[in-house]
């Protein structure tokens, strides 16, 4: 067993603190990557503290890594010691059901997150740590070589946002909106733009204008007001929704054109509620998404890699990941924090 330095949660409310655990001894088709960094995902905090239930203790957050191959099984062919990698949300998939044949391991019913879940008879531990053991199946190659603290959001920011816009085929003469600039939405808006589309960010706070320029945005409108939408009504073509907080879907509907999607990548707390009016008339859909599977992640790692796209991060010691929470909470990190694993050691 490999002994292994990390950053773990207790309990639902007390403060992350050191936790030393072993990690199994790579197998013949195993990875062992020294963990160079990890992003802070929003779901790391829902978890450490039990807002979605079914966390279990000790809780060793984290899933967008990146780091190096330390060792490989004897039977790994695609990666050798020194390469840069990365591990996203999940680590292993049952290869059997209808989503793995897909490729849409994501979707497996037997999924196996990269934290706070069970592989056989063990509890995974995530990114906040020194080292991790993965199958090489659920291995990424990164082709970067600078840059690496905002490479690590990639592996959840980038991918969450990057799913849907290849599922609906978004591209060159698509008219996109983005609703939230935080970590998805900010990955969000580079993408689309990237992918050819114009792209307007919806936000309620004026002074992310400049910032949405910045980042690629052609267009932005600010939401707050009750008439600040009406121009906007039936002229987008798809929108990606990125707030967890309780907001107006029938509102956002209202902006797609016949047969256009709304796409909700956040999580609010409560149930959003929405008439079947806004729908019916132009025949508009609602759908979710979810990260996305091994091969569409490592297609998004490589578009990055070749279009220069990074998460805009502020990197922070692990020690600082409580006050990192209650700054994410307020919105105040522009946009992802991503956490310097040489803190652990």
């Given at each position: 067993m490999i002994d292994t330095k990390g950053y773990a949660a207790f309990d639902q409310k007390s403060p992350l603190k050191p936790f030393a655990f072993k990690r199994r001894e790579p197998g013949e088709r195993d990875v062992l990557i020294d963990i160079l960094f990890c992003g802070v995902c929003h779901s790391?905090?829902?978890?450490?503290?039990?807002?979605?239930?079914?966390?279990?203790?000790?809780?060793?957050?984290?899933?967008?890594?990146?780091?190096?191959?330390?060792?490989?099984?004897?039977?790994?062919?695609?990666?050798?010691?020194?390469?840069t990698v990365g591990v996203g949300c999940f680590v292993?998939?049952?290869?059997?059901?209808?989503?793995?044949?897909r490729g849409l391991e994501q979707y497996c019913q037997?999924?196996?997150?990269?934290?706070?879940?069970?592989?056989?008879?063990?509890?995974?531990?995530g990114g906040y740590s020194t080292r991790i053991v993965v199958t090489e199946s659920f291995v990424?190659?990164?082709?970067?070589?600078?840059?690496?603290?905002?490479?690590?959001?990639?592996?959840?920011?980038?991918?969450?946002?990057?799913?849907?816009?290849?599922?609906?085929?978004?591209?060159?003469?698509h008219r996109v909106a983005v609703q939230g600039l935080g970590g998805l939405g900010h990955m969000a808006v580079k993408l689309a733009a990237a992918?050819?589309?114009?792209?307007?960010?919806?936000?309620?706070?004026?002074?992310?204008?400049v910032?949405?320029?910045?980042?690629?945005?052609?267009?932005?409108?600010?939401?707050?007001?009750?008439?600040?939408?009406?121009?906007?009504?039936?002229?987008?073509?798809?929108?990606i929704d990125t707030v967890s907080a309780?907001?107006?879907?029938?509102?956002?509907?209202?902006?797609?054109?016949?047969?256009?999607?709304l796409v909700l990548l956040g999580v609010p707390p409560e149930a959003a509620q929405l008439p079947a009016f806004s729908l019916i008339a132009q025949r508009r859909s609602i759908a979710g998404s979810l990260v996305g599977g091994i091969a569409e992640t490592q297609e998004m790692l490589d578009f990055c890699a070749a279009k220069g796209i990074t998460a805009d991060v502020e990197t922070i010691p692990?020690?600082?990941?409580?006050?990192?929470?209650?700054?994410?909470?307020?919105?105040?990190?522009?946009?992802?924090?991503?956490?310097?694993?040489?803190?652990?050691?």
């Open positions: 790391d905090l829902h978890q450490v503290r039990n807002e979605w239930a079914g966390s279990t203790y000790p809780l060793v957050p984290g899933h967008e890594i990146v780091g190096r191959v330390a060792k490989v099984g004897s039977a790994v062919k695609k990666f050798k010691e020194g390469d292993d998939s049952c290869g059997k059901c209808d989503a793995c044949k037997s999924v196996v997150a990269t934290y706070n879940t069970l592989q056989g008879d063990t509890p995974t531990y990424l190659k990164i082709s970067a070589k600078e840059k690496l603290e905002g490479v690590a959001p990639l592996l959840c920011a980038g991918i969450t946002t990057w799913s849907p816009l290849k599922h609906w085929k978004i591209g060159k003469g992918l050819g589309a114009e792209v307007t960010l919806l936000s309620t706070s004026p002074s992310k204008s910032d949405a320029q910045r980042l690629g945005a052609h267009h932005f409108v600010a939401t707050r007001g009750k008439d600040a939408l009406v121009k906007l009504a039936g002229h987008f073509d798809f929108i309780p907001h107006d879907l029938a509102a956002l509907a209202g902006l797609l054109k016949l047969d256009a999607t692990v020690q600082q990941i409580d006050s990192a929470y209650e700054r994410m909470l307020k919105g105040d990190v522009r946009y992802r924090f991503t956490i310097d694993a040489k803190s652990l050691q």
